[in-house]
Structure formats: structure tokens, C-alpha cells
């Protein structure tokens, strides 16, 4: 059994489609189903149902897919251990985040990565379905890290440790009723129209949770994706939008009022598997997150037996 056919057959599984696994691994199609089906004739069994919309797993394949995953992180592991003693890192490090991430400078973080260690290939992908898209992916091992915003109890097989938090101001256009104020509750400003991110997203599960604890109800009008277009749409009068306080520009002819009496802490976490060993590219990330978070998170994490939920 070859390593490169289970690699086929994981991938197809998490895309659920033939034309995206091969542009994921830079491969022509044909190739792709050469290898599945190769490997579906040694192990005489049917892996993938196939349609022309779809692909689905069988039960075989549903069987197979865990174990083909632990073989090739033992393999990525063994590959990590002959490159450390060659004093080299190298492999791939798949990364998924948010689309904002609010203080941290990805670009930068991964900047300094790549010149630290250049034969590693990055892979940054972003959740369309936020957060929790995020954490699916990595428990699925679609993803070696997350960045993400979530609270509570971590689901089974992902661990996540806060890195910092940003509060969330309310935005408004400038001739708002509300732009001169210094704070406000929000009971002042629970009948406007909202401006907000889709169900999923950890800014959005804030926000739900703030109304939720002081018993309102409020009309989300628009749903977006990106911060920047939030704040264009509240430029507009369309909605007014709560947003980290990074959302707003000097000069620009938004106002941003700070928003007291409830919890609109937006929390900014790194997350990772645990059901599977972390390689060394991903620590070789954690470490240097561990230097521009000092003390945020625990040495040997997430290899270590995870709390009841977050750090």
C-alpha cells in the first residue's frame, strides 16, 4: 500500500470531489482516480460512491479514512525526525483562520515563519462557514491549526488556547442618533437594524450571547463575511454593526462608541487537533506565537491531555 494513494484517498474524502483534490495536490485528475482506484483493487473493496454531482464514502471508506489519516501523520512524523537531525524543517503546515483576526498580523507572523524555516510550504485557507467551519476541519485533519473565536467547552478532538481578546464597540454612521454619545447600553440601540456576520462566526456568537443574557431580541439585516465591508454598509445607514475597534480608521466618518454593560469581549484563540500528534512544522508556529503571547500557552500543548474546554 502506498503512502501517495492513501494521501489520494484522504483528500478526495475531504473535498467530496475529485476536480478539487487534484488542484489541491497538484496533480492532474486522472492521476487521482488511478491511484483510488488502485487502491480500492489491493484492498478489494469499493472505497468512494460516485456520481456526477458528488462523492460520497462508503462504508469501507468510512472505515479506512481514520486509520489512512494516523499512517500518514506517522509518516509526517518520521519525515519530521529525520529532518530535525538534519537540521532542517520541512513538510507542509496547513493553517486555517478567520478573516479577521483583529490584533494579530498574520502576514507578519507567517512572515517571520517562512524566513525561519523556508522549506516548509504553507497553506492558509479561510473558513467560509467561520469558526466553527474552522474547527470541523481540524478535527476532520483537513487542518494542523486554527486560528479562531470560540468560548465555551472545545468539542471532542480540538483544544483551542486564547490568545488575546478585543471588545466590541458599536458602529454607527456619523449623523447617528447615537455617534456623540461616549457609551451606551445595549437596550439603546436594540431596535436598529443590524449589520453582523453569519451564524458560525465567533463575532457574530458574541454579539447572540450579549442579547441573549440581557433578554433582547434584535433584526440582523445583511450578513457579511469580511469587517471592512461591515463597515461600509453602516457608512451607508443600512445597519449599524458591533465591530472590534480596529474596524474603524482616524478620519474615517464612522464613529465608534464603547458599549458598557455587557460581555462583548470578541476572544482570539489558536486551535489544534488532539487526536492526533502535533508535527513539527505546527510547533515550530506555536513556539513563535509563544513569543509574542508570552505565558498564553502551556508548554507541550496541545500534547498534552486537554482541559474541560479552552485555555
Avoid at 120 to 149: K, N, T, W
Avoid at 281 to 301: C, D, T
Wanted: charged share 25%.
Amino acid at each position: 500500500m502506498e503512502l501517495r494513494h492513501l494521501q489520494y484517498f484522504v483528500t478526495v474524502a475531504e473535498e467530496r470531489n475529485f476536480t478539487r483534490a487534484a488542484a489541491r495536490l497538484h496533480v492532474v485528475q486522472s492521476g487521482v482516480s488511478a491511484a483510488i482506484k488502485a487502491l480500492e483493487r489491493e484492498l478489494g473493496a469499493e472505497l468512494l460512491h460516485r456520481t456526477s454531482k458528488r462523492v460520497a464514502l462508503t462504508d469501507a471508506g468510512a472505515a479506512l479514512l481514520p486509520g489512512a489519516r494516523a499512517t500518514l501523520d506517522a509518516a509526517r512524523d518520521a519525515r519530521d525526525a529525520l529532518d530535525q537531525v538534519r537540521g532542517g524543517l520541512r513538510g507542509t503546515l496547513r493553517v486555517g483562520t478567520m478573516s479577521s483576526l483583529g490584533t494579530l498580523d498574520l502576514p507578519g507572523l507567517l512572515g517571520r515563519y517562512h524566513r525561519r524555516h523556508p522549506e516548509v510550504v504553507l497553506q492558509i485557507s479561510v473558513a467560509p462557514s467561520g469558526s466553527q467551519g474552522l474547527v470541523e476541519a481540524l478535527a476532520d485533519g483537513r487542518l494542523d491549526l486554527a486560528f479562531v473565536s470560540m468560548s465555551g467547552r472545545a468539542p471532542g478532538g480540538v483544544d483551542w488556547c486564547e490568545l488575546a481578546s478585543t471588545p466590541l464597540d458599536l458602529v454607527v454612521p456619523a449623523g447617528h442618533r447615537l455617534a456623540e454619545e461616549d457609551e451606551v447600553r445595549i437596550e439603546m440601540f436594540a431596535d436598529e437594524p443590524f449589520v453582523d456576520f453569519p451564524i458560525g462566526y465567533g463575532n457574530r456568537g458574541v454579539t447572540d450571547r450579549a442579547f441573549a443574557a440581557a433578554g433582547l431580541h434584535r433584526h440582523v439585516a445583511i450578513e457579511i463575511t469580511d469587517i471592512v465591508a461591515a463597515a461600509d454598509f453602516v457608512r451607508e445607514c443600512i445597519g449599524v454593526a458591533l465591530l472590534p475597534r480596529v474596524a474603524v480608521r482616524p478620519g474615517d466618518d464612522l464613529r465608534q462608541v464603547r458599549v458598557v454593560g455587557a460581555d462583548l469581549d470578541w476572544p482570539l484563540s489558536v486551535a489544534a487537533p488532539t487526536a492526533r500528534a502535533t508535527g513539527a512544522a505546527a510547533r515550530a508556529l506555536l513556539s513563535l506565537l509563544s513569543e509574542q503571547f508570552s505565558g498564553r500557552i502551556p508548554v507541550g500543548w496541545p500534547d498534552v491531555p486537554p482541559s474541560s474546554g479552552g485555555h
